[in-house]
Nanobody
């Protein structure tokens, strides 16, 4: 089993920055995909960014390209999401997810691809 713990959420002003951290423990390896999703009240959960820990390939949702960066630390099984130029519409609960490394690039932002989920960290952006 894999356990995921997110941290780094908080409240910022429009245009501010935050860095989210997800630490994975348990039966982990380099051949996994880790991703960030978010869900605002009354809306569906949506994929934000994903990274393959072995191949170091990444995938981003169009609405965060150029603003968010996903990165990893394989030695510590840790993934980061650096969020810059935050907007009020970015406000949501952000979740870390992990799945097998066989997940194709096009499927890495699909929540149904993932087995393991963290409890989430809240991000609030005020105008």
């Amino acid at each position: 089993q894999v356990q995921l713990v997110e941290s780094g959420g908080g409240s910022v002003q429009d245009g501010g920055s935050l860095r989210l951290t997800c630490v994975a423990s348990g039966a982990t390896s380099n051949n996994i995909v880790m991703a960030w999703f978010r869900q605002a009240p009354g809306k569906e959960r949506e994929g934000v960014a994903a990274i393959h820990l072995g191949g170091r390939t990444t995938n981003y949702a169009d609405f965060v390209k150029g603003r968010f960066t996903i990165s990893r630390d394989n030695a510590e099984n840790t993934v980061y999401l650096q969020m810059n130029s935050l907007q009020p519409e970015d406000s949501a609960m952000y979740y870390c997810a992990a799945g097998g490394g066989w997940i194709g690039l096009r499927a890495t932002l699909n929540e149904r691809s993932y087995t393991y989920w963290g409890q989430g960290t809240q991000v609030t952006v005020s105008s």
